[in-house]
């Protein structure tokens, strides 16, 4: 089973609002990751956990707090957005650990801010 | 300095011929991991193929091959028998030693009857 799972599937939010999106694998991966995708360009990388542990993060704005509760889970909690934030966030896991495995992704959480 | 090249916008083939998507890369790491992925309109990425940068051997998956030329670092995706559901975009991306997938630009393949 290759399945990471995405929640919800399409959110619009205010500029104002609060919301979390929710990333959840049951392959036993260690590494798990945020994606930003804009139309018509290639996913950009946002964050990494490795082994539940903030490994990476690409200069992210702080209206993006990704949290990572457990091995399997992983959540992206969204505050006072802007218009050029809406996009596609895709999010991925992996073996982790030294070697170059492959990413599986989730169906992606496609975010409209208005 | 773009890391992940892929030339092709949109390509076009014809239901069940072969096509072959170009994808060049540039890295001094001696250890790397290439990587294909099909995106289609719905949005989810689908691992398709991976080669190792030590791998003797070129990657093949059903009818996906990469042919890696690790000289003229190339590892073009080819496409046999080409179904109507091939239509997607479709990523090469690299790993590198850091935990980071670096994507290309994606190619737009169209399959016609």
């Known amino acids: 089973d290759t399945e990471v799972t995405q929640t919800p599937k399409h959110l619009v939010m205010g500029m104002t609002n609060k919301k979390s999106l929710k990333c959840e694998q049951h392959m036993g991966h260690r590494a798990m990751y945020w994606y930003k995708q804009k139309a018509k360009k290639p996913p950009e990388l946002m964050f990494v956990y490795s082994y539940e542990k903030l490994s990476i993060n690409e200069s992210v704005p702080s209206r993006f707090s990704p949290e990572c509760p457990n091995s399997s889970l992983l959540n992206l909690h969204l505050h006072a957005l802007q218009p050029e934030d809406s996009a596609l966030y895709l999010c991925?896991?992996?073996?982790?650990?030294?070697?170059?495995?492959?990413?599986?992704f989730g169906p992606g959480t496609r975010l409209t801010v208005t | 300095a773009q890391k992940i090249t892929q030339t092709q916008p949109g390509m076009f083939v014809q239901e069940k011929e072969a096509v072959t998507l170009d994808c060049t890369y540039d890295t001094s790491d001696p250890s790397y991991g290439l990587f294909w992925y099909k995106q289609p309109s719905s949005g989810e990425m689908i691992f398709l193929i991976y080669?190792?940068?030590?791998?003797?051997q070129n990657a093949t998956e059903g009818r996906y091959s990469l042919n890696f030329q690790k000289a003229r670092k190339s590892a073009n995706l080819v496409i046999s028998a080409s179904q109507l559901g091939d239509s997607a975009m479709y990523f090469c991306?690299?790993?590198?030693?850091?935990?980071?997938?670096?994507f290309g630009t994606g190619t737009r393949l169209q399959v016609f009857p």
């Open positions: 991306a690299m790993r590198e030693i850091a935990d980071k997938l670096i």
């Open positions: 991925a896991s992996s073996q982790g650990g030294q070697g170059i495995y492959e990413q599986y």
């Open positions: 080669q190792g940068s030590y791998d003797q």
